[in-house]
């Protein structure tokens, strides 16, 4: 019981992290450009197929140099489209970019069929086998998952903290007029920050070929959960964005304890229904009400 | 330093300035009074290039820079204080004085000097360095917004309102960094206000602003004394 309560937690944690890199990936774009990227799913196939398709396949390179390679596209890729799309859709009606967008992911849904073909490519020897923790076997990919992913929040959180590009990404996603009178070049800083968000879905691509396999559909379920995962946690901010994540991943795979497994994907959605009835600005919100409620209740003491 | 030649802005079909020219020279303070609408802040906006006019010519110390994108002109020297601030709400006072240093590259140790003189200049952003913008009172968020201003060193920084919903007393410490900034930095200042008394008395020459025009302009010493201002805009 201990092991299966074990395997269920490792793996539950390792999609609720995905389900936090892909909240993070399309806050990231939510946050610069004010748009929601409804392409984000194709473009982690994307992702997955140019890892493993070219990198891998055609390009016969090593695990970690194709890692590298296809995440350097995928920002190329990223930067394209912002100059394309992205930036200059910044300023219009929310229907027309979110027709655009959607319209984006059909256009690399069809362009992946004609370079890659509609088969399901499987890497070979990657992240695969399986690890004994404590008594439990637990898949490597899904501990490869969990330390890639906090290696990446990390990074993003030095890069946002820390560095001045992020610091400016920062800026932008506040407010935009005042960090152009900064000085913020505030079209250069969207383009970098699409650049990050395609580079981190192609790490959810990476990541996660060894569980779906790469094939047209490897993301549909992980796009639309990463999006509860942003919902649950509280939109637009990143922290809650993944603690939404994780709490999904790990409920979910609990659930799959007391019902059927194939109510495991309702359960996620029933969450996600549950919070925007009740918590619509997620546990970001609830957290504020209680601290409200605290000093409220201080204050009538005092009082 | 700064000529702004006949420049006429439009928001769509409406008219928001019209033919209307300005300049500032070397460390001087130049005010521009008006109405609501009058187009003040509009023409700030132009300059910065935020908005672009359609006809007419901005030229910054010999360089025409009427279609030169605004985070160069900020490069360049000159720096605007938005009218409400506009303050990073979500990062602390030290992040945004940080942030308005950012055109102009700065090791770590110019960077530190440059906030302890704007601390030394506004102590009640040293107690509130740690906090975050957004939970400072509005008076303290302009006294934030200038300093933002000042970390880029600029050669001319315009304030627009600075005054807005700020009590009586802040709105005197307001004025008094202002002019100290003139003169004890050496910056030209371009002042828009809507409080036009104080206006006219700090600065050296003013615009009168009327319906996107100039009305009226001259030394803002024999303005204060002219009868159509007086009742106009000092309410006397």
């Given at each position: 019981?201990?092991?299966?309560?074990?395997?269920?937690?490792?793996?539950?944690?390792?999609?609720?992290?995905?389900?936090?890199?892909?909240?993070?990936?399309?806050?990231?774009?939510?946050?610069?450009?004010?748009?929601?990227?409804?392409?984000?799913?194709?473009?982690?196939?994307?992702?997955?197929?140019?890892?493993?398709?070219?990198?891998?396949?055609?390009?016969?390179?090593?695990?970690?140099?194709?890692?590298?390679?296809?995440?350097?596209?995928?920002?190329?890729?990223?930067?394209?489209?912002?100059?394309?799309?992205?930036?200059?859709?910044?300023?219009?009606?929310r229907l027309i970019a979110v027709v655009a967008?959607?319209?984006?992911?059909?256009?690399?849904?069809?362009?992946?069929?004609?370079?890659?073909?509609?088969?399901?490519?499987?890497?070979?020897?990657?992240?695969?086998?399986?690890?004994?923790?404590?008594?439990?076997?637990?898949?490597?990919?899904?501990?490869?998952?969990?330390?890639?992913?906090?290696?990446?929040?990390?990074?993003?959180?030095?890069?946002?903290?820390?560095?001045?590009?992020?610091?400016?990404?920062?800026?932008?996603?506040?407010?935009?007029?005042?960090?152009?009178?900064?000085?913020?070049?505030?079209?250069?800083?969207?383009?970098?920050?699409?650049?990050?968000?395609?580079?981190?879905?192609?790490?959810?691509?990476?990541?996660?070929?060894?569980?779906?396999?790469?094939?047209?559909?490897?993301?549909?379920?992980?796009?639309?959960?990463?999006?509860?995962?942003?919902?649950?946690?509280?939109?637009?901010?990143?922290?809650?964005?993944?603690?939404?994540?994780?709490?999904?991943?790990?409920?979910?795979?609990?659930?799959?304890?007391?019902?059927?497994?194939?109510?495991?994907?309702?359960?996620?959605?029933?969450?996600?229904?549950?919070?925007?009835?009740?918590?619509?600005?997620?546990?970001?919100?609830?957290?504020?009400?209680?601290?409200?409620?605290?000093?409220?209740?201080?204050?009538?003491?005092?009082? | 330093?700064?000529?702004?030649?006949?420049?006429?802005?439009?928001?769509?079909?409406?008219?928001?300035?019209?033919?209307?020219?300005?300049?500032?020279?070397?460390?001087?303070?130049?005010?521009?009074?008006?109405?609501?609408?009058a187009g003040k802040s509009t023409l700030m906006?132009?300059?910065?290039?935020?908005?672009?006019?359609?006809?007419?010519?901005?030229?910054?110390?010999?360089?025409?820079?009427?279609?030169?994108?605004?985070?160069?002109?900020?490069?360049?020297?000159?720096?605007?204080?938005?009218?409400?601030?506009?303050?990073?709400?979500?990062l602390s006072v030290e992040d945004n004085l940080?942030?308005?240093?950012?055109?102009?590259?700065?090791?770590?140790?110019?960077?530190?000097?440059?906030?302890?003189?704007?601390?030394?200049?506004?102590?009640?952003?040293?107690?509130?360095?740690?906090?975050?913008?957004?939970?400072?009172?509005?008076?303290?968020?302009?006294?934030?917004?200038?300093?933002?201003?000042?970390?880029?060193?600029?050669?001319?920084?315009?304030?627009?309102?600075?005054?807005?919903?700020?009590?009586?007393?802040?709105?005197?410490?307001?004025?008094?960094?202002?002019?100290?900034?003139?003169?004890?930095?050496?910056?030209?200042?371009?002042?828009?206000?809507?409080?036009?008394?104080?206006?006219?008395?700090?600065?050296?020459?003013?615009?009168?602003?009327?319906?996107?025009?100039?009305?009226?302009?001259?030394?803002?010493?024999?303005?204060?004394?002219?009868?159509?201002?007086?009742?106009?805009?000092?309410?006397?």
């Amino acid at each position: 019981m201990q092991a299966v309560i074990l395997q269920l937690a490792v793996s539950g944690i390792a999609m609720g992290f995905v389900y936090a890199l892909v909240a993070i990936e399309y806050t990231l774009i939510w946050n610069a450009c004010g748009l929601l990227n409804f392409s984000h799913e194709k473009i982690i196939t994307m992702g997955g197929y140019v890892f493993v398709g070219t990198c891998l396949f055609q390009l016969g390179l090593p695990n970690i140099p194709a890692i590298v390679l296809a995440v350097i596209l995928l920002a190329i890729f990223g930067i394209a489209i912002a100059a394309l799309i992205f930036i200059p859709l910044r300023n219009s009606t929310r229907l027309i970019a979110v027709v655009a967008t959607v319209m984006l992911g059909q256009v690399i849904n069809e362009g992946v069929i004609l370079i890659w073909g509609s088969v399901a490519l499987m890497p070979k020897n990657f992240l695969s086998g399986v690890s004994q923790i404590l008594g439990a076997t637990v898949s490597k990919s899904y501990v490869y998952i969990i330390i890639v992913s906090i290696i990446i929040i990390a990074v993003l959180q030095f890069i946002l903290k820390k560095t001045k590009i992020g610091k400016a990404m920062t800026c932008v996603s506040q407010n935009k007029t005042a960090a152009s009178l900064m000085g913020i070049n505030v079209k250069v800083s969207m383009a970098i920050t699409v650049a990050i968000s395609f580079g981190i879905c192609c790490i959810i691509g990476v990541l996660t070929a060894p569980i779906f396999t790469v094939k047209q559909q490897m993301s549909t379920m992980i796009a639309l959960k990463g999006f509860c995962a942003g919902v649950i946690g509280g939109f637009g901010n990143l922290p809650a964005a993944i603690a939404g994540g994780l709490i999904l991943g790990v409920v979910e795979n609990f659930a799959g304890l007391i019902l059927p497994s194939v109510f495991k994907d309702v359960v996620a959605f029933a969450l996600m229904v549950v919070f925007m009835l009740f918590f619509p600005d997620g546990l970001v919100g609830v957290k504020n009400r209680i601290q409200k409620h605290i000093a409220k209740s201080q204050m009538e003491k005092l009082s | 330093m700064l000529d702004v030649e006949n420049i006429s802005t439009y928001y769509g079909n409406a008219c928001a300035l019209y033919d209307v020219s300005f300049s500032v020279t070397e460390n001087e303070i130049v005010s521009i009074i008006g109405a609501n609408g009058a187009g003040k802040s509009t023409l700030m906006k132009s300059v910065m290039g935020t908005v672009r006019p359609r006809e007419g010519k901005i030229v910054y110390k010999g360089k025409d820079i009427t279609h030169v994108q605004t985070h160069k002109i900020v490069k360049s020297g000159i720096v605007y204080v938005p009218e409400g601030r506009d303050v990073f709400t979500k990062l602390s006072v030290e992040d945004n004085l940080t942030m308005g240093a950012y055109s102009k590259p700065a090791k770590a140790k110019e960077l530190n000097a440059l906030h302890e003189e704007m601390y030394e200049m506004f102590p009640r952003l040293k107690e509130r360095r740690k906090q975050m913008a957004g939970t400072l009172s509005g008076g303290e968020q302009q006294m934030l917004a200038i300093a933002r201003g000042l970390m880029s060193k600029p050669d001319l920084i315009m304030f627009d309102e600075p005054s807005l919903g700020l009590a009586p007393i802040i709105v005197d410490e307001v004025f008094d960094r202002i002019q100290a900034i003139n003169k004890r930095m050496g910056i030209s200042v371009v002042l828009v206000e809507q409080n036009a008394f104080m206006a006219l008395s700090i600065s050296s020459r003013c615009y009168v602003l009327e319906n996107g025009k100039v009305a009226m302009q001259g030394k803002s010493s024999e303005l204060i004394d002219d009868e159509t201002v007086k009742s106009a805009y000092l309410g006397m």
